[in-house]
């Protein structure tokens, strides 16, 4: 079993959508948790990270944490063709050393 | 400030060469990770340098990658000899420190091996 699940999608919106990306895990030990927007032939960007449960927002994108359920989800309100990306999640543990475990990636297309 | 920057872009070579990938990350920053993305995976951990220390190099697949970081700048990761299954992308990125809200990553080299 895979340590983080996450649908590849591919997932397409019309312009102005509301968009849920989402991120199941299974270690309990994850503490820090990032989202990252990838466009094609460019490396990851970090666009978000929170730490524990709750909630994050910045402009038009809202992180959440349920720890408990061990779930996470990216919003991307007011969609525009510009977010059109690939979107990662990816965890750190505790223990140091920072290592990122990585979703598989989710296909936005936000169509005009 | 420059961002990580990996080169070359792109390299396709036969199996059984040698192959060496490079990766200069943000000036000052002592934290450097190799990352690699083979067809249809995650994005895997392969190692850590702290300055010229390897920290982590748990996600190393096997002797045949050997990454080294002389002076704690810029770093490479050689690949000898290359199977087919090396093919991939393989990214570098760099933190100032341990923080733990992620790092910068560099666009990545699009090693293809035939």
């Known amino acids: 079993q895979k340590e983080v699940e996450q649908d590849p999608g591919p997932l397409s919106v019309p312009e102005g959508a509301i968009v849920s990306l989402n991120c199941t895990y299974s270690n309990s030990a994850f503490q820090y948790f990032m989202w990252y927007r990838q466009y094609s032939r460019k490396g990851p960007e970090l666009l978000m990270y929170t730490y524990s449960s709750g909630n994050k927002e910045d402009g038009r994108f809202t992180a959440q944490v349920d720890k408990s359920s061990k779930y996470i989800s990216l919003f991307i309100r007011d969609s525009q063709p510009s977010d059109s990306a690939t979107y990662l999640c990816a965890m750190i543990g505790t223990g140091g050393y920072n290592k990122l475990i990585f979703g598989a990636g989710t296909r936005l297309a936000v169509h005009p | 400030e420059a961002g990580v920057t990996q080169f070359p872009s792109h390299s396709v070579i036969e199996k059984g060469q040698t192959v060496t990938l490079r990766c200069d990350p943000i000036?000052?920053?002592?934290?450097l990770y190799w990352y690699r993305r083979v067809m249809g995976k995650e994005i895997k951990f392969l190692l850590h340098?702290?300055?010229?220390?390897?920290?982590?190099e748990s996600g190393m697949p096997n002797n045949r990658f050997l990454a080294e970081r002389t002076g704690g700048t810029y770093s490479t990761l050689k690949v000898q000899p290359a199977e087919l299954e090396d093919s991939g992308v393989y990214f570098c990125?760099?933190?100032?420190?341990?923080?733990?809200?992620?790092?910068?990553f560099g666009s990545g080299t699009r090693l293809t091996v035939v």
């Open positions: 000036s000052g920053h002592d934290n």
């Open positions: 340098f702290v300055k010229e220390s390897k920290q982590d």
């Open positions: 990125a760099s933190s100032q420190d341990r923080g733990s809200y992620g790092y910068t």
